[in-house]
């Protein structure tokens, strides 16, 4: 139910001008009453700081950088020059932290700092906090301004503008004449407040903040003079003003220069009121003095008992009463009865001790007075040079040695805020941004031009003078170039070393720069002198690659600067001349044929190319693109021919046909003759046509050369055939060579005259060897045609008279028919020869001639006569004494024949198994041996019909 009124109650936002109005109605309306919850002063060592710090528990990775840093509230009390980093007490408020966590309209009333110094707050979150404030200069005008508001209350407590507990409308403080300023601090915003200005502010809303007070250099003169101002109301001090500048004096070495000089001031003042005072003091009748340590006293123990100043220099007590004592400004009022000899003197320093430590801070403060003279003798001598115009050398001092003078202040602590630091250090951080630049930008020229000649130079010229020389190409450093993130040009470059020649101080990296540049208005001076001629070829002639070459080269060495477009319009130049010195080398014929270089058609076509892509074009160019594309034509027209005439279809052709339909010998050699007669084709190389061509012409003049020496005279003039028949008394060629002379001519791409005529030879062999095997062979023949053709005695081998015979020839037979499968008598019939040889054909002994060949065989054919002569008479006598058996068998058929009878018959093997005769045998009509019926059968599984 809240929640669902709280929404009807509140329909629409709240802005800040309607919370700031509402905020200064309730102030005004006496008869309302508003209770708000204020968490106000808020010590940070006991509940934590909203920075983190330390001591902090918990950190988060994020946070350690915030640790130490400036902005940390923290540390902005004990920075570096902060007064208050030589108080040794955590002051809360002032050097502690205090945090602030409050509601809406959570309010803190019109005040002014502590000591008035300054005040920093930060808003770490929540609703934003309004701030009203009035410059230190107007507080007397704000303070009599709420006086006439409230004169009852101020007279009865003068102070009661340091109570925190007095709040006016800025709107009447205003129409009184005094200047109200106001702001709305949101989360993550700082406020600062300077010395002695009064401020007050409510909250928004719920917000949480933290505050806490800082008092540079500055504001030494200031707390002075609110000593005094405290004196005036009574009111008790947080710290001792003069403790403070005594402490600053014994250690003026580690003080800020800054520091120092406003630490001597506030001192001196200080001794000079502190004489005056003791030597009234003295002229009162004051004569007994101790020696006394203030700051070991509690701050309550040597307050003044009448202004409540914390006494530090000195103090005066009485006999009559130890435990009271004045400052020395109100000794009137220490003692009414007592005399002033009775009255003691307590001092911290004699007054020969207090001028001591003002002369240590006067050196100290004199020694920035020596730095600064040095400086400005310094800078006086720079201005003057620089008007007498004095060489480089002498005319201003380094950066070196104002580095020094500027790292002399800084590490004594010399105020930055002067004049003379600040001239200082922007000639210094000129001169070094300068060097810095100069620096990065030689670095990067060393860098670059190392990973450029690491990388190489790429090779932009053409292929075919690639081939001669090797050379850098205008791209060599391309791939840096793009890499390269800024790039001078030579007036930019040019414009920045004036800048160095002008600064008040030299630099180290003045003189390498002077040095580049000199190097690039050179290059720039040579890009240009090649630019303003014209294309005429006589200038074009007397312009080299090389020369070209070198400056590109040297251009490109020099990464960090841009040479414009005359550069590109160099590198147009360049490949200009690089192109007409190519097309020079293939155009320009050798004075001896034998030393021309050839080159590829592929690099002549690709020149061609380049040289319609070239950003000029002139008559010269005009003239050699002509002379190329016409070599260009030449050779393609040549290459055509040459392939045409190897792109012969040959699918379905005899080998007549195919022959006939390659190119002749005469062609293919006049092909040849052109390449070496033309002018254009001279110059190219023609491969891989060429090298076909001369194989070809190669391979054919071999081929008709080993015809030649098959076929002798004969063969030129195409007469094979009259060869062949005509070799009676000489030597014919075997089938076999030639036959292989004719599958050797396969592979040759020409047409070969005496081709036809070998192929009918061969052909004519064959059809003839075909014949005899069909007259003399049957099918799956045992022997070979020549062993069949041949001899017995040849075929049967060397054997004997004696020992031939019906059995042996049985053993023979078997062993032969043994050693020969089915499948071997195939290819007998088929091949017409077996897998060895004959004895005729051993000794015939690779002699082939017909004389030879015939005389061997009347010698062999003598001999098988011969031999069946012998071999019938031997069984003449088998035939008769089977004749005479059977004879005996008919007329003697009922007798029956005797032992003895048997005994006394010859003895008689017959048929291949030498056995004796049986009741069936049959004769050998060729040789009138007898064999038995069953022998006979079983002969009929290894033996022929013709066997």
């Not at 000649?453 to 010229?461: D, E, I, R, S």
């Not at 046509?689 to 054919?700: H, L, P």
């Not at 030879?852 to 071999?871: D, G, M, P, S, W």
């Amino acid at each position: 139910m809240t929640i669902l009124m709280d929404c009807h109650l509140f329909v629409k936002s709240v802005t800040h001008s309607m919370a700031e109005k509402e905020f200064w109605r309730l102030v005004s309306a006496l008869e309302e009453s508003v209770t708000v919850e204020y968490g106000a002063d808020l010590h940070t060592n006991d509940y934590g700081s909203g920075f983190p710090t330390k001591l902090t528990k918990n950190l988060m990775p994020s946070d350690m950088e915030y640790i130490n840093h400036l902005w940390n509230l923290n540390n902005i009390p004990v920075l570096e020059g902060s007064v208050f980093r030589h108080i040794n007490a955590n002051i809360s408020g002032m050097i502690v932290p205090w945090m602030y966590v409050g509601m809406c309209f959570a309010t803190f009333c019109w005040h002014n700092e502590d000591h008035w110094t300054y005040s920093i707050n930060y808003l770490h979150w929540g609703e934003p906090k309004t701030w009203y404030g009035v410059p230190g200069e107007h507080a007397e005008t704000f303070e009599r301004a709420m006086r006439r508001v409230a004169p009852e209350l101020f007279k009865s407590q003068p102070d009661l503008l340091h109570q925190l507990v007095t709040i006016c409308n800025p709107n009447i403080l205003m129409q009184d004449g005094v200047p109200v300023y106001r702001c709305n601090q949101n989360a993550g915003e700082f406020v600062v407040t300077f010395p002695r200005s009064y401020h007050t502010g409510f909250n928004q809303g719920l917000n949480f903040a933290e505050a806490v007070n800082f008092a540079p250099s500055d504001w030494l003169p200031i707390g002075r003079v609110c000593i005094t101002h405290y004196a005036m109301l009574h009111r008790f001090p947080v710290f001792s003003h003069d403790e403070l500048i005594c402490k600053m004096a014994n250690d003026p070495n580690h003080l800020e220069i800054t520091l120092a000089v406003e630490t001597y001031k506030d001192m001196l003042r200080m001794v000079e009121s502190e004489k005056s005072s003791r030597l009234s003091l003295l002229e009162w009748g004051v004569t007994q003095a101790e020696r006394e340590a203030f700051e070991l006293l509690q701050d309550d123990e040597r307050q003044c008992d009448y202004c409540k100043t914390t006494c530090f220099l000195s103090a005066l007590t009485c006999n009559c009463d130890q435990s009271k004592l004045v400052c020395l400004s109100h000794k009137d009022n220490l003692c009414q009865t007592c005399l002033p000899s009775q009255h003691t003197l307590r001092y911290r320093y004699t007054l020969d001790e207090l001028p001591i430590m003002l002369h240590h801070l006067r050196k100290r403060a004199e020694k920035f007075d020596d730095w600064a003279s040095k400086v400005q003798t310094l800078l006086k001598k720079m201005d003057t040079n620089c008007n007498n115009n004095e060489s480089e050398e002498t005319r201003v001092p380094s950066l070196k040695e104002l580095k020094a003078l500027l790292n002399d202040a800084v590490v004594n602590k010399y105020p930055t805020n002067s004049e003379i630091y600040e001239h200082l250090n922007t000639i210094v951080t000129e001169a070094s941004k300068c060097s810095r630049a100069a620096k990065d930008l030689l670095r990067q020229q060393e860098t670059l031009r190392k990973q450029q000649l690491t990388a190489g130079p790429q090779q932009t010229l053409s292929p075919v003078k690639r081939t001669l020389r090797s050379t850098a190409g205008r791209n060599a450093n391309s791939g840096l170039r793009d890499n390269l993130n800024i790039r001078l040009t030579l007036e930019e470059i040019s414009l920045f070393y004036e800048e160095i020649a002008e600064l008040e101080c030299d630099i180290p990296e003045k003189y390498s720069l002077k040095q580049l540049i000199e190097r690039c208005n050179s290059i720039a001076s040579s890009i240009m002198s090649v630019l303003d001629t014209n294309n005429a070829k006589e200038v074009n002639e007397s312009l080299k690659s090389s020369d070209l070459e070198a400056v590109l080269l040297d251009a490109q060495s020099i990464v960090v600067v841009d040479f414009g477009p005359q550069l590109e319009s160099f590198r147009h130049k360049l490949e200009e001349i690089r192109w007409l010195e190519e097309c020079d080398l293939i155009l320009t014929e050798d004075v001896k044929p034998e030393n021309q270089k050839r080159y590829e058609l592929t690099n002549i076509k690709a020149l061609i190319e380049n040289g319609m892509k070239l950003a000029v074009n002139t008559e010269n160019i005009n003239s050699k693109l002509n002379e190329l594309q016409q070599m260009v034509d030449e050779s393609n027209k040549w290459i055509e021919r040459a392939t045409n005439c190897f792109n012969v279809k040959t699918e379905g052709q005899n080998e007549s046909d195919v022959n006939a339909s390659k190119p002749s010998l005469d062609f293919l050699e006049s092909l040849i003759t052109e390449t070496e007669s033309n002018s254009s084709l001279r110059r190219l190389v023609l491969s891989p046509q060429i090298d076909k061509i001369r194989e070809s012409v190669g391979s054919a003049r071999n081929w008709m050369s080993r015809v030649n020496v098959l076929f002798g005279n004969e063969s030129q003039k195409n007469n094979i055939k009259v060869s062949l028949s005509n070799a009676n008394s000489g030597a014919a060629p075997m089938i076999e060579a030639v036959e292989e002379l004719v599958v050797s001519a396969n592979g040759i791409d020409c047409q070969l005259t005496h081709l036809a005529n070998l192929n009918s030879t061969i052909n004519a062999a064959r059809n003839w060897r075909d014949r005899l095997n069909r007259t003399f062979t049957k099918k799956s023949p045992l022997y070979s045609i020549i062993q069949i053709l041949s001899p017995r005695i040849a075929s049967m081998g060397q054997s004997s008279e004696s020992s031939f015979s019906s059995r042996t020839l049985y053993h023979y037979l078997k062993r032969m028919s043994s050693q020969t499968q089915p499948k071997e008598r195939k290819n007998s019939a088929t091949n017409g020869k077996t897998g060895g040889k004959s004895i005729f054909e051993t000794q015939l002994n690779g002699e082939y001639s017909r004389t030879h060949i015939v005389a061997l065989y009347k010698l062999f054919e003598e001999q098988e006569l011969n031999h069946l002569r012998l071999t019938r008479k031997r069984n003449a006598s088998k035939r008769l004494y089977l004749e005479r058996k059977a004879s005996d068998l008919v007329t003697d058929s009922s007798q029956t024949p005797s032992p003895e009878d048997d005994s006394k018959s010859p003895s008689f093997r017959f048929c291949v198994c030498g056995k004796e005769e049986d009741e069936w045998m049959i004769e050998c009509q060729l040789c009138n041996d007898w064999f038995h019926n069953t022998c006979i059968q079983n002969l009929q599984s290894f033996l022929t019909p013709y066997e």
